[in-house]
């Protein structure tokens, strides 16, 4: 089971890099379920339903509230990946021959790294 989150506080987001940060943690949890880390993929889905399921609220228009701590479980979970894809090698296809994966992969950390910076940003707005 899943830890309860200690931080209740929401803060407001743009839709629109809501709609990233799914996209991100997506195939975050893609690369954890490919790369043989059942737990961490299981967490980045429940992260994708939680923020799909923000978006997908009454009422919601160009901006909506998000808790502070999907944000940070996200942040947390999407450089995890990028650190793996990185240092141990996780690739989105690991079949162990080469068709140019790598050049995903290597593609694919700088673009985590900005997307987990951007939940991290947004969360920011909550302590100050
Ligand atoms: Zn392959």
């Given at each position: 089971?899943?830890?309860v989150?200690?931080?209740?506080r929401?803060?407001?987001?743009?839709?629109?890099?809501?709609?990233?940060?799914?996209?991100a943690?997506?195939q975050?949890g893609?690369?954890?379920?490919?790369n043989?880390?059942?737990?961490?993929?299981?967490?980045?889905?429940?992260?994708?339903?939680?923020?799909g399921?923000?978006?997908?609220?009454?009422r919601v228009?160009?901006?909506?509230?998000?808790?502070?701590?999907?944000?940070?479980?996200?942040?947390q979970?999407?450089?995890?990946?990028?650190?793996?894809?990185?240092?141990?090698?996780?690739?989105?296809?690991?079949?162990?021959?080469?068709?140019?994966?790598?050049?995903?992969?290597?593609?694919?950390?700088?673009?985590?790294?900005?997307?987990?910076?951007?939940?991290?940003?947004?969360?920011?707005?909550?302590?100050?």
């Amino acid at each position: 089971m899943r830890p309860v989150r200690v931080d209740a506080r929401t803060v407001s987001a743009a839709v629109r890099v809501l709609g990233r940060l799914v996209m991100a943690v997506a195939q975050a949890g893609k690369y954890a379920s490919l790369n043989g880390d059942g737990r961490a993929a299981a967490q980045a889905m429940d992260l994708a339903t939680e923020l799909g399921a923000a978006l997908a609220a009454d009422r919601v228009g160009e901006e909506t509230e998000v808790p502070v701590g999907l944000l940070d479980e996200l942040a947390q979970v999407v450089e995890s990946v990028a650190g793996k894809i990185e240092s141990e090698g996780w690739s989105i296809c690991p079949c162990g021959e080469a068709h140019e994966q790598d050049e995903v992969d290597v593609e694919v950390v700088p673009v985590m790294r900005t997307d987990a910076g951007l939940a991290r940003q947004l969360r920011a707005g909550a302590d100050s």
